[in-house]
């Protein structure tokens, strides 16, 4: 009997994808691994969101950056070409009514290569020399896209857009961890960050237990079936000992035929 599919998405985006794995008749578990929050101080973010129209490209790290910043951005200004690095960030946008009919929006060519890496092989880097470009992210995050448009000529300003964090060990937390380590599942790893903290939690974990010395979380994790949708993450869970690997290149429909082969 197969067990559950443990989706880590932060919970905005685990939930539609839950209803299509539950679709496929198999239980679901919600466990999202980084939980977003509102800026402290919105101030930076709002200051230039109020002069879209002066960039002529604007790069959006994520949904979770999408969401953020249309809940202030009223209409998107003419003539500003949007980035976005995956399906789901373009999902987003059509929610909020951007869509390629009546704007223009970027994202790698090849969509099972979703990364900031192939954003930039599909972009008109040169056209970028000497204008402005704005990237919206979290607080923290990668800077080969910001490099890579700088190296360009561009001039850049990157905002954040949301604060994510590794939720608290709780003890209804520790609990669901111990449950689920007790089978095997296939878990959904959309992020490297999510993963590390999920290491970190499960030894944060194993100091709870009155054997810690006889009590390794982390072992039984590296013994469960992750399927990932970057190659990205694939090397950072196999730097963390994870053997038990899916890649599926990026994109919902490719995790649900992942996890139907699974069966």
Same mark, same amino acid.
Do not use: K, W
């Given at each position: 009997m197969a067990g559950a599919v443990v989706i880590t998405r932060p919970l905005a985006q685990a939930t539609p994808l839950a209803a299509r794995v539950a679709a496929l008749g198999r239980t679901v578990e919600i466990l999202p691994l980084l939980e977003i929050a509102p800026l402290a101080d919105p101030a930076p973010l709002l200051a230039a969101l109020a002069q879209l129209d002066q960039y002529v490209l604007v790069a959006f790290v994520s949904p979770n950056a999408i969401d953020a910043a249309f809940a202030y951005i009223k209409q998107w200004p003419a003539g500003v070409t949007l980035a976005v690095v995956g399906e789901g960030s373009r999902a987003a946008l059509a929610a909020h009514g951007v869509t390629p009919e009546r704007h223009t929006i970027v994202s790698p060519a090849d969509s099972a290569h979703s990364d900031s890496? *192939? &954003?930039?092989?599909?972009?008109?880097?040169?056209?970028?020399? @000497?204008?402005?470009? &704005?990237?919206?992210?979290?607080?923290?995050?990668?800077?080969?896209? @910001?490099? @890579?448009?700088?190296?360009? @000529?561009? &001039?850049?300003?990157?905002?954040?857009?949301?604060?994510?964090?590794?939720?608290?060990?709780t003890p209804q937390l520790a609990a669901t961890l111990r449950r689920l380590l007790a089978q095997q599942n296939d878990w959904i790893i959309t992020s490297s960050e999510a993963l590390r903290g999920l290491c970190g939690l499960l030894a944060?974990?194993? &100091?709870? *237990?009155?054997?810690?010395?006889? *009590?390794?979380?982390?072992?039984a994790m590296q013994q469960q079936h992750l399927i990932v949708p970057h190659a990205r993450i694939a090397e950072t869970a196999n730097n963390l000992g994870f053997s038990k690997l899916t890649l599926t290149g990026s994109g919902d429909e490719r995790l649900l035929a992942a996890l139907q082969s699974c069966l």
């Open positions: 890496e *192939h &954003l930039l092989q599909t972009l008109d880097l040169d056209a970028l020399n @000497g204008r402005r470009v &704005l990237i919206i992210r979290g607080e923290s995050g990668r800077e080969l896209m @910001g490099d @890579g448009f700088r190296a360009a @000529g561009a &001039l850049v300003d990157i905002v954040p857009a949301y604060c994510r964090s590794v939720p608290a060990l944060n974990l194993d &100091l709870q *237990h009155p054997d810690a010395m006889q *009590h390794n979380s982390v072992v």
